[in-house]
């Protein structure tokens, strides 16, 4: 069982819909991630996690420490939205980034 | 502030040869880390340095990859003797001194794309 296990794998959308993508966990972690990758582009950092929420536009991240889960939601979804979201954990105890598989996200218009 | 820098950013060599990546990390940032993404897979951890000191190699392929960060210059990757199955995208990240402000944040190249032929 992976470390970090992201659903679901892939994800396709209508422009206007509100997206989910999820991410357990069962390390210990000091931080988690969510990046976004674009085909054949390189990797953009969206959200840095270790408690609570964030908001940055129409992105929404959410992490529950005790559950160890973390959310990604993106509202008003825009085929621009188009990417591979990658969810990543930093162990407390190596400060290793462990990486989910990645979520495809294809919003049509 | 550039960010981090990676190059070349594609790279191609025949079987054989020799490929170095480079990567200098974001000014301030003191570590520096290294995955690699095969076509259609995820992210995979590789290596972990700091100024002159490997961290954590444990993602690292026991043969063929060595990986440096001098007290001057870039943090390079090197394969040697590459094989087809070494083509795939390298990332480098870089992130400050654990303990210092902001010693979680990561940022990240934008990749070499290394294709052997």
């Known amino acids: 069982k992976n470390e970090v296990e992201q659903s679901p794998q892939n994800l396709t959308a209508q422009e206007g819909e509100f997206i989910t993508i999820n991410c357990s966990y069962s390390?210990?972690?000091?931080?988690l991630h969510w990046l976004q990758q674009h085909p054949g582009g390189g990797i953009v950092s969206l959200f840095m996690?270790?408690?609570g929420k964030k908001k940055h536009g129409r992105l929404i991240a959410t992490i529950n420490i005790q559950e160890k889960h973390s959310s990604l939601h993106i509202t008003a979804s825009h085929p621009r939205d188009s990417a591979v979201y990658i969810c990543?954990?930093?162990?407390?105890?190596?400060?290793?980034?462990?990486f989910g598989t990645g979520t495809r996200l294809q919003v049509f218009p | 502030n550039a960010g981090v820098m990676q190059n070349p950013r594609h790279l191609v060599r025949r079987r054989g040869q020799e490929a170095r990546l480079r990567c200098s990390p974001m000014?301030?940032?003191?570590?520096v880390y290294w995955y690699r993404q095969l076509p259609e897979e995820g992210l995979k951890f590789m290596v972990y340095?700091?100024?002159?000191?490997?961290?954590?190699e444990s993602g690292m392929p026991k043969e063929r990859f060595s990986a440096e960060f001098p007290k001057e210059g870039p943090s390079i990757l090197r394969i040697q003797q590459v094989v087809r199955g070494d083509s795939a995208a390298y990332f480098c990240a870089s992130s400050p001194l654990a303990g210092e402000a902001g010693a979680n944040v990561l940022t990240f190249g934008a990749g070499s794309r290394l294709t052997v032929l």
């Open positions: 390390v210990g972690i000091s931080a």
């Open positions: 000014k301030g940032h003191s570590h």
């Open positions: 996690l270790s408690s």
């Open positions: 990543a954990v930093r162990s407390y105890n190596t400060d290793k980034l462990i």
């Open positions: 340095l700091q100024k002159e000191n490997i961290i954590d």
